[in-house]
């Protein structure tokens, strides 16, 4: 069975500050990894995925992950945060062998930035 | 392009009373489509999916069903709410055939059960 943890439950920064949050997975095949965002009163939506090749994606609006295989990690980063960068992330991973369409979500992470 | 709509974004119900959420999605043909369950801090809980029309998968024992009878409809049901049923409610399609393709989500279905 898959499953994610996602460490940081809560976190509070100010603008211009840097952002990792951590995400860990357990599954023991090929994995496809996602972070998906959710701002308020928005829809959630993808933020970035990996599924093969460069282990460094880049995702919208500045983010990017790393996916560590070694480490079962895909943590999320951004240099920089803005205040519009508010919002609600989720790491969420597949497993990619046996027609598996189902994604496991970590519980989330509550990012609030202050300007 | 694809869109994908919930109804009713709101509702308040009584316990027992039945319940049906209904999910559809344009401009796709056989999708994915999956039912969850988002409650605070606890991130989103699958609760069923379906890879076409009446092929269910039930992740976890709820008192709740869901249906597609046709195959961009997916419906959320349930005979006697409880109270335990409230929570934020959310549909998501994929493309199928490829564990690699993401979720689109809709608005929502805020359900509160008194």
């Known amino acids: 069975a898959q499953s994610v943890s996602q460490h940081n439950h809560h976190v509070i920064l100010s603008e211009a500050a840097s952002l990792e949050l951590g995400c860990n997975y357990s599954?023991?095949?090929?994995?496809?990894l996602f972070w998906y965002v959710q701002y308020p009163g928005q829809h959630l939506q993808l933020l970035l995925k990996?599924?093969?090749?460069?282990?460094l994606v880049k995702g919208i609006k500045g983010f990017e992950a790393e996916f560590i295989k070694s480490k079962f990690s895909f943590n999320l980063r951004k240099p920089s945060v803005q205040w519009s960068d508010t919002a609600e992330y989720f790491c969420?991973?597949?497993?990619?062998?046996?027609?598996?369409?189902?994604?496991?979500f970590g519980r989330g992470t509550s990012l609030i930035v202050h300007p | 392009s694809q869109t994908i709509h919930q109804w009713p974004a709101t509702l308040v119900q009584p316990v027992g009373s039945p319940l049906s959420l209904e999910c559809t999605v344009e401009?796709?043909?056989?999708?994915?489509l999956y039912w969850y369950r988002q409650a605070a801090g606890r991130g989103l809980q699958l609760l069923f999916y379906?890879?076409?029309?009446?092929?269910i998968s039930s992740e976890v024992p709820q008192n709740l069903s869901a249906s597609r009878p046709q195959d961009r409809q997916f419906i959320l049901s349930s005979k006697k709410l409880l109270l335990s049923d409230s929570g934020f409610y959310l549909c998501?399609?994929?493309?199928?055939?490829?564990?690699?393709?993401?979720?689109?989500f809709g608005p929502g279905t805020r359900l509160t059960v008194l």
């Open positions: 998501a399609w994929s493309v199928p055939g490829t564990s690699s393709n993401e979720q689109f």
């Open positions: 599954y023991g095949g090929t994995v496809n």
């Open positions: 990996y599924f093969s090749g460069d282990p």
């Open positions: 969420a991973v597949n497993g990619a062998s046996g027609g598996s369409y189902i994604p496991t």
């Open positions: 401009g796709t043909s056989n999708p994915n």
């Open positions: 379906s890879i076409g029309i009446d092929q």
